[in-house]
T-cell receptor, first 116, second 112 residues
């Protein structure tokens, strides 16, 4: 275990459903991230929270809505998704999300999302 | 803008042979370079990083990487590959902030 736990590991949803992905870290980190991983494409940074404040929204469609109630928990709320949103969604954390340069990310195992 | 290119989708080597996974980058200013590995059904795991100093960086599991500023490259190497090294490898670059840009990944297969 890496210290970053994601649930559920697999999710199948219809285009009209509402679901949420959950991420929890037990590392005492202050920054949390959502990445999208699609086959044979670079990882896409979606959102960054640093000390519970959102510091990055990488032009993500509004059908993805993040929530960070505290430094240990991060959610990704999903609503009216499209089939092309099917991917592996990775959560990561780091000591902090500022300009440290040496920021090493610790990743969860991911949530495999399939949109029908 | 910053970006990473991993020119090979797949690398196949025999166990015991040297392994090289290529990475070139583009970034303004001094680069901060990273390698991560992803095993099946797992998230990415940190292998090593280059921030400054010696161009040869040593990391986990016997891996090392060489920073070459003139060629804007940061190739990952292992002198003697193991079957257990079979995985998906990602190179990443940042300008020193939290925005890591990853490559598309290289699948390494080590045959016994």
């Amino acid at each position: 275990e890496t210290g970053v736990t994601q649930t559920p590991r697999h999710l199948v949803m219809g285009m009209t459903n509402k679901k949420s992905l959950k991420c929890e870290q037990h590392l005492g980190h202050n920054a949390m991230y959502w990445y999208k991983q699609s086959a044979k494409k670079p990882l896409e940074l979606m959102f960054v929270y640093n000390f519970k404040e959102q510091t990055e929204n990488n032009s993500v469609p509004s059908r993805f809505s993040p929530e960070c109630p505290n430094s240990s928990h991060l959610f990704l709320h999903l609503h009216t998704l499209q089939p092309e949103d099917s991917a592996l969604y990775l959560c990561a954390s780091s000591q902090e999300g500022g300009a440290t340069g040496a920021n090493v990310l610790t990743f969860g195992a991911g949530s495999r999302l399939t949109v029908l | 803008a910053q970006s990473v290119a991993q020119p090979e989708d797949q690398v196949n080597v025999a166990e015991g042979n040297p392994l090289t996974v290529k990475c070139t980058y583009s970034v303004s200013g001094n680069p901060y370079l990273f390698w991560y590995v992803q095993y099946p059904n797992r998230g990415l795991q940190f292998l090593l990083k280059y921030i400054t100093g010696d161009n040869l960086v040593k990391g986990s599991y016997g891996f090392e990487a060489e920073f070459n500023k003139s060629q804007t490259s940061f190739h990952l190497k292992k002198p003697s590959a193991l079957v257990s090294d079979s995985a998906l490898y990602f190179c990443a670059v940042s300008r020193g902030d939290y925005k890591l840009s990853f490559g598309a990944g290289t699948t390494v297969t080590v045959r016994a």
